[in-house]
T-cell receptor, first 113, second 113 residues
Framework: DADVTQTPRNRITKTGKRIMLECSQT?????MYWYRQDPGLGLQLIYY???????NKGEISDGYSVSRQAQAKFSLSLESAIPNQTALYFC????????????FGPGTRLTVL | GNSVTQMEGPVTLSEEAFLTINCTYT??????LFWYVQYPGEGLQLLLK?????DKGSNKGFEATYRKETTSFHLEKGSVQVSDSAVYFC????????????FGTGTKLQVIP
């Protein structure tokens, strides 16, 4: 079984719709992250969480929100999707104190029409 | 701020050729350095790491040496296989409370039989 799972794997939606991407992990890690990947731009950090009560904005948080429902679950929401949010989204986890050693989910490909 | 610069791809090699993917970084202090690999349709996976100057990280035939004097962490493999075709990301992590991870933009490697 995968250690970090993401649902859905693919989603097509329309401008203005609310979308939620979900992430679950069985690694037992406290730290979780949401990234966006665009061709030629590498990974950009959207939000990160140290634990259920500690959530922080990353480099590109505008237009996104998150919820850490439990140690194992971290959801990303797009309140009103727009076409330039079309991208590949990754959830990741890391052990405390070893942020560079991240474990990634398989990604969600989101298309906003 | 911190930054990671990788050679642009795609890099196309024949099977059994020698691989070098260049990576240089800018950071204050003493970051930890990482290489991640992303196979088609998957999330990133940690390939190797080095935490201090002159350390050599190695895994699956890949190696990279942390060179502080040249601020580099080049990825090498002596004989590539078709199965090595993927996108490779160089990354760094600073110490401290958050230990933000900075990723390069990725280098696509294609190995042809």
């Amino acid at each position: 079984d995968a250690d970090v799972t993401q649902t859905p794997r693919n989603r097509i939606t329309k401008t203005g719709k609310r979308i939620m991407l979900e992430c679950s992990q069985t690694k037992g890690h406290d730290r979780m992250y949401w990234y966006r990947q665009d061709p030629g731009l590498g990974l950009q950090l959207i939000y990160y969480s140290f634990d259920v009560k500690d959530i922080n904005k990353g480099e590109i948080s505008d237009g996104y929100s998150v919820s850490r429902q439990a140690q194992a679950k971290f959801s990303l929401s797009l309140e009103s999707a727009i076409p330039n949010q079309t991208a590949l989204y990754f959830c990741a986890t890391s052990p405390t104190g070893r942020a560079g050693e991240q474990f990634f989910g398989p990604g969600t490909r989101l298309t906003v029409l | 701020g911190n930054s990671v610069t990788q050679m642009e791809g795609p890099v196309t090699l024949s099977e059994e050729a020698f691989l070098t993917i260049n990576c240089t970084y800018t950071a204050t202090g003493y970051p930890s350095l990482f290489w991640y690999v992303q196979y088609p349709g998957e999330g990133l996976q940690l390939l190797l790491k080095a935490t201090k100057a002159d350390d050599k990280g190695s895994n699956k035939g890949f190696e990279a040496t942390y060179r502080k004097e040249t601020t580099s962490f080049h990825l090498e493999k002596g004989s590539v296989q078709v199965s090595d075709s993927a996108v490779y990301f160089c990354a760094l992590s600073r110490g401290g409370g958050y230990q933000k991870v900075t990723f390069g933009t990725g280098t696509k490697l294609q190995v042809i039989p």
